[in-house]
C-alpha cells in the first residue's frame, strides 16, 4: 500500500508462502477492491483506466501516463455516489503499478481527496460547503482505502477474503456528505 493509504495488507512468514503469495500477484489472481473519494463528478458511472504507468518525466518522486517506459496499468472503477463536488467511488486493480489508483483518477481530472502528490490536496480550497472543505483540509492522509483482499491460502490452497472497515477520519467526511457506508456489513 502507498504510504497514506488505509486498508489491508498480506505478508509472508515464510519464504514458500512468499513465493506463492508473489506468483498470485504476478499472474494477477489476487484481487483487490478501493474504495476514494475523488474530486468532481465523472462523466459515467463505471469505467476502466488503461494508460501505462511509469515514473513522470521531471518529478522523480511522482509516478505518471506520461512517461516514456510506462508498463500496462488496468484499473477498473464504478460509482458508488456523486456528491456536488465529489464522487464516491469503488475501484479495482488489474495490474499493481505504484500509485495507480492515484495516478489514473488524477489524470483524468478527479484527483483522490486528500492527496497532495497528484493534486487531491490544492482542490479542497475550492469546496463549497465550509464545514467539508475544513475537514478535508484537516485529512489525516489521502481518502483511498484497501477495503478487501482476496488471494488462495499458500499452504491450504483456500479461498481467503479479508475485509476492512474504513478509518474514522474517512467515514468522517462521509458522515458530512450525508452518506452513511455500509456494504456487506463490513464498512459501517
Known amino acids: 500500500l502507498d504510504k497514506d493509504t488505509s486498508g489491508v495488507m498480506v505478508f509472508a512468514k515464510s519464504d514458500p508462502a512468499h513465493q506463492h503469495l508473489s506468483k ?7 484481487k483487490r477492491d478501493y474504495l476514494a473519494l475523488v474530486f468532481g463528478k465523472l462523466k459515467q458511472s463505471s469505467g476502466a483506466f488503461s494508460e501505462p504507468i511509469g515514473r513522470h518525466p521531471v518529478n522523480r518522486k511522482k509516478m505518471s501516463v506520461q512517461s516514456v517506459r510506462g508498463k500496462p496499468a488496468l484499473t477498473r472503477w ?17 495490474t499493481g503499478r505504484t500509485h495507480q489508483i492515484r495516478v489514473h483518477f488524477s489524470s483524468a481530472g478527479h484527483p483522490v ?5 497528484y493534486g487531491g490536496e490544492r482542490r479542497a480550497g475550492g469546496i463549497v460547503n465550509v464545514n467539508l472543505r475544513r ?9 483511498l482505502h484497501a ?15 479479508f475485509d476492512v472497515p474504513i478509518p474514522d477520519y474517512f467515514q468522517e467526511i462521509l458522515n458530512i456528505l450525508g452518506f452513511l457506508l455500509i456494504i456487506e456489513g463490513f464498512l459501517q
Open 24 to 30: 498470485q500477484f504476478q499472474d494477477r489472481t489476487v
Open 78 to 94: 464504478k460509482v458508488m455516489q456523486s456528491f456536488d463536488q465529489l464522487s464516491l467511488v469503488e475501484a479495482a486493480l488489474a
Open 113 to 117: 481527496v486528500g492527496d497532495a502528490l
Open 135 to 143: 475537514a478535508i483540509q484537516k485529512l489525516p492522509a489521502l481518502l
Open 147 to 161: 477495503r478487501s483482499l482476496t488471494f488462495e491460502h499458500p499452504i491450504s490452497k483456500k479461498i481467503l477474503v
